[in-house]
């Protein structure tokens, strides 16, 4: 454990937005410094920071939860409101309104106070101070209630409203409306911010805690390119990570929240190591549109042997005639029909020349859509599989009672079936993503190392799927092997993502040109032409 | 109810006086009210003509913006013709929607920003895609995101 990640010194740099992943520390020895970036002192969630030799497809993140980032936030006010000398309630609107970015605040604010303050909100207005008074002769523009012991409030903006208006007002924001940070002053026009003060006195201190806290922290963390909330179903948690948006072509960054999510923290998708976000994007683009017509034009369709149209026997006989360029060919061996003399209706040509040279082309142009629909089949295979594997973790737990009951084995000795099951899933997960990337990868050395390593993985999944089927009572004599393969299945993940993220790293990537992929994508339509 | 006493005074308020071009059809109830209003000048687009809107208060009106909308009638046949109102009444307006309402607007003052935005428009227009929005739209204008780009009509 490298114990500079604790150090108290870096705490700033949880602000420090440009403070680079370095690439170069990918390497699975390389000597992290720990103060380099993205630290933040007096958090206890440091069981998430980085492991010692961190692999090159691994990335430095942390994970917080809202109560953390609370107090982080209300330590930044303190501390910038001590350097501004505003008030601390001031100087959390001034923050919000600089997306926190700490050092840009505090020069624009030194170099043009005035109008920093106006912008955020907060222009001063001398001899008003937010207080409830009453006032004579007032009419509230809101309710038009003018009795003479109505309590009124303003902020410094001076547009004074009965305290009941304000108050309904302010918690409509809140709780209909979801606004925290930037609730403005019901005056029209105004840009007055609702300072936290003026909140204390109008709105209940249960409305506080709960809904508007929830609202600031939510903010906070929408504000900050670092941060990111964990897409999990009812997840509080926050993950800290500082790979750029720049970077998604080079790295992968996937992070496992402590609700036990793992997810990339670039586009939020369920993990999908080792193809970056972009890939991960087309493809699901490419799917969604069109895989199951691919596979319905590859099991019904042929395509025309002069024009290429594609084309569905629906019934009839074997002479075709295309509607679109009226080209005469048989159905069975796509020769040309004229060829086929008197033995009409019955094709028994195969060896004719015609014919095979048909087949030839045919072939040829049903290449690309063969090729993805390789790619898409194993894809979903994998994903069909990972579904399944749901179903086996549950299984698992059954078996992992039953062979509490009948093998005597105690619960720590059954853990390896747990175990099993989440490598099986993982690395499920991981193969899905090699086919997807797969599909865009052009033909050298580097991609028959990728496929070596892929069909490596897969077999050992498979191997290890394979065992789950068996009996009860046959699962305590195969313990010792389970336990083999589950490790070497995850060897085997780990070598295929480590080098593929180290190509993907140096740049050294055998992934096609743009131009390329476009050109595959539009080939597997043979619709399109 | 503060919504009901709020638009009691607005109403006694508009018997009394009621600014050039605005009238009040009907507002029997604090839920759903109809004004009518016609562009003073000799706007082209606009001339001789009467357009119906259509106030619908929720009990949290001024808190909340009232949902308003232009309506067909019998006696105002026509949806004025604005490149930011569509052609089945809804208007993009920023006034109305949660960002831009302030609980001080009221009737009153959103029939005469209406009024303005017709007699400034010279623009004989529906907003892009308005076919479009018209069939597929299900929303209650109130939910809809608009965004206010356009800043010159």
Redesign the interface.
């Known amino acids: 454990m490298d114990s500079d990640m604790n150090s108290i010194s870096s705490e700033d740099d949880f602000l420090d937005q440009d403070s680079d992943l370095s690439l170069e520390q990918g390497d699975a020895d390389s000597d992290f410094d720990g103060d380099e970036d993205g630290d933040m002192m007096g958090f206890e969630s440091q069981d998430k920071i980085m492991k010692p030799g961190r692999k090159a497809y691994e990335v430095e993140f942390k994970v917080y939860s809202p109560k953390d980032i609370q107090a982080y936030q209300s330590k930044q006010v303190t501390e910038v409101s001590s350097i501004l000398g505003q008030p601390p309630e001031a100087t959390a609107i001034l923050l919000r309104y600089a997306r926190w970015n700490k050092e840009r605040l505090i020069e624009s604010y030194m170099d043009k106070q005035e109008e920093v303050l106006e912008a955020a909100g907060l222009s001063e207005n001398e001899g008003n101070t937010s207080k409830i008074k009453k006032v004579k002769g007032f009419s509230c523009?809101?309710?038009?209630?003018d009795d003479e012991d109505l309590d009124t409030f303003a902020m410094k903006c001076g547009h004074r409203?009965c305290v009941?208006?304000y108050k309904?007002?302010l918690s409509?924001k809140i709780k209909d409306?979801g606004e925290a940070a930037r609730i403005k002053c019901?005056?029209?026009?105004?840009n007055r911010v609702v300072d936290s003060k003026s909140l204390d006195l109008l709105v209940s201190t249960d409305l506080q805690d709960s809904r508007y806290q929830e609202l600031l922290t939510r903010t906070y963390v929408d504000d900050k390119d670092n941060l990111k909330w964990c897409p999990a179903p009812n997840c509080v948690f926050a993950v800290d990570c500082s790979v750029k948006a720049r970077d998604l072509e080079r790295i992968v960054p996937t992070v496992h929240c402590n609700c036990g999510h793992g997810f990339c923290f670039g586009c939020t998708l369920n993990d999908h190591q080792p193809a970056p976000c972009s890939l991960v994007k087309r493809w699901l683009k490419k799917c969604e549109d069109d895989s199951e017509t691919a596979n319905w034009i590859s099991a019904n369709t042929k395509e025309c042997p002069r024009c290429n149209s594609t084309i569905e026997k629906n019934g009839g006989c074997n002479h075709m005639t295309c509607r679109k360029c009226r080209h005469e060919f048989c159905w069975m061996c796509m020769g040309v029909w004229s060829e086929h003399g008197t033995s009409w209706y019955n094709c028994n040509r195969f060896e004719e020349k015609s014919g095979s040279e048909a087949r030839d082309a045919q072939a040829k142009s049903r290449q690309s859509l063969e090729r993805y629909l390789h790619y898409y089949n194993r894809y979903a295979n994998h994903e069909q599989s990972a579904k399944l594997d749901r179903d086996i973790y549950q299984k698992t737990e059954r078996k992992m009672m039953s062979l509490q009951t009948t093998s005597g084995m105690s619960w720590i000795e059954v853990q390896f079936l747990e175990a099993a099951s989440k490598a099986l899933q993982e690395c499920r997960q991981t193969l899905k993503w090699t086919y997807a990337f797969a599909f865009y990868l052009a033909r050298n050395n580097q991609t028959m190392i990728f496929e070596d390593n892929q069909k490596d993985l897969e077999m050992a999944v498979e191997n290890l799927s394979e065992m789950f089927e068996k009996p009860v009572d046959a699962l305590s004599d195969l313990k010792v092997e389970m336990m083999d393969k589950t490790s070497y299945c995850t060897k085997r993940r780990v070598i295929l993502l480590t080098d593929t993220a180290e190509n993907l790293k140096a740049g050294k990537g055998n992934l096609l040109e743009a131009s390329e992929m476009l050109e595959l994508e539009r080939n597997s339509y043979p619709w399109d032409e | 109810m503060?919504a009901a006493?709020?638009l009691g005074?607005?109403l006694q308020k508009m018997q009394n006086h009621m600014p050039d071009g605005i009238s009040v059809v009907s507002a029997d109830n604090f839920e759903i009210w109809f004004i009518d209003i016609k562009v003073l000048d000799d706007n082209p687009i606009y001339r001789d003509q009467t357009f119906r809107l259509k106030f619908h208060f929720s009990p949290?009106y001024?808190?909340?913006a009232p949902e308003v909308t232009f309506v067909i009638t019998p006696t105002t046949p026509k949806i004025p013709m604005h490149p930011h109102i569509y052609s089945n009444g809804i208007i993009c307006l920023d006034l109305l929607d949660?960002q831009g309402w302030?609980?001080?607007?009221n009737v009153e003052s959103i029939a005469m920003s209406l009024q303005s935005m017709l007699t400034g428009n010279e623009k004989d227009e529906r907003p892009p895609g308005d076919e479009d929005f018209c069939r597929r739209n299900t929303l209650r204008p109130r939910d809809i995101n608009f965004s206010f780009h356009d800043n010159t009509v």
């Open positions: 523009d809101i309710c038009c209630e409203y009941d208006c309904h007002y409509q409306e019901p005056g029209d026009d105004c | 503060a006493r709020r005074k607005e949290h001024p808190i909340e949660r302030s609980p001080v607007h």
